[in-house]
């Protein structure tokens, strides 16, 4: 079974400074990876995803994520955080071929930008 | 913003109700998904469609139904509502499955 884990429930960040909220997963074959951001009271927001080619993914709003595969990681980075970014992350995984077609979600991070 | 959307955004009904919780979509999308979302902010995936006539249940069992008739509409059917349904739901589409997927803004469902 294909699991998504990010470890952090929140992250708390000062506005300018770098952000990462953290991502990894286990899957049998390739991965396919996904950034959602939830405000409150609204659905979700893709950001970026990696399906193959370059381990650097650029995406919305300044966003970029890293795929490593020897440590299964897919973690969130901004150079420069916003108080605007504060909202809840979802880090993703498709499942397919074999199981529901759909993603497969982490418990979502808090990412908090303070002032 | 993306072209879906759910009615209603927000519903509060008494245990036993039956209640159909709607979906629509105008981007041709074959693909189509419910998802529920927990108080814990978790998600999961419940029912999944690939086009008129197909519906899958999925990772996470779920009392309610769906039905696909229309490629744009999916509606989510709950025969007879408990408190355990209280959850936010969220519809959503793709192209196709590693394409991103549009969501809609969700329905908040508190069943008493």
């Known amino acids: 079974a294909q699991s998504v884990a990010q470890p952090e429930d929140q992250v708390n960040v000062a506005e300018g400074n770098p952000l990462t909220v953290k991502c990894t997963y286990s899957v049998s074959g390739n991965p396919y990876l996904f950034w959602y951001v939830q405000y409150p009271n609204r659905g979700l927001q893709f950001l970026l995803k990696y399906i193959t080619g370059d381990n650097l993914v650029k995406g919305s709003y300044g966003f970029e994520a890293e795929f490593n595969k020897s440590q299964t990681s897919f973690h969130l980075k901004k150079p420069s955080a916003l108080v605007s970014d504060s909202a809840l992350y979802f880090c993703?995984?498709?499942?397919w071929g074999g199981g529901a077609d759909g993603l497969t979600f982490g418990k979502g991070t808090h990412l908090i930008i303070q002032p | 913003e993306a072209d879906i959307y759910q009615t209603p955004r927000y519903l509060v009904i008494g245990t036993g109700k039956k209640i159909t919780l709607e979906c629509s979509q105008t981007?041709?999308?074959?693909?189509m998904y419910w998802y529920q979302q927990d108080p814990g902010m978790e998600l999961h995936l419940i029912h999944y469609s690939y086009g008129v006539n197909s519906t899958e249940k999925g990772d996470l069992s779920s009392e309610s139904t769906v039905s696909r008739i229309r490629t744009e509409h999916f509606p989510l059917t709950l025969e007879s509502a408990r408190p355990s349904h209280t959850s936010q739901y969220l519809c959503a589409s793709t192209l196709a499955s590693y394409n991103e997927q549009f969501f809609g803004p969700g329905t908040r469902l508190t069943v008493l």
């Open positions: 993703a995984l498709l499942s």
């Open positions: 981007m041709g999308h074959d693909k």
